[in-house]
């Protein structure tokens, strides 16, 4: 992950609803959440929630999809990961005893 890429996912994370939104996500499963009913469990107007969606699809960490006349929001596992392995990239100069499995450099 290049590192605006990483900026602009912060920074859509930076908002509480957002991050709580791409938390309920997560927690939905690949399966994801139709907009409307997502909007309804975190008691955000419809209009509210879809900028937030917006701003976590644009930051590459969740994906929509059409089903019917609904659209089901999911997060982008790999997006997520992307982050995740962006900050601990260098973690702890590479010591597994410190890191475990967030060690992600790969051998040349």
């Known amino acids: 992950m290049e590192t605006s890429n990483a900026v602009q996912a ?3 994370l930076s908002q509480p609803a957002r991050l709580n939104t791409l938390k309920a996500l997560i927690q939905a499963g690949p399966a ?6 997502l909007a309804a469990s ?3 107007p419809a ?6 969606l917006k701003a976590l699809e644009r930051a590459g960490l969740i994906l929509s999809r ?10 982008d596992y790999g997006g997520v990961r992307a982050l995740i392995d962006f900050l601990l990239a260098d ?4 010591d597994k005893r410190l890191c475990g499995p967030y060690v992600i450099k790969e051998s040349a």
């Open 42 to 44: 975190m008691e955000t």
């Open 91 to 94: 973690c702890c100069g590479g």
């Open 10 to 12: 912060f920074s859509a």
């Open 32 to 37: 994801g959440m139709a907009a409307g009913a």
């Open 47 to 52: 209009p509210t929630m879809s900028f937030h």
């Open 66 to 75: 059409k089903e019917g006349r609904s659209v089901i929001y999911a997060a």
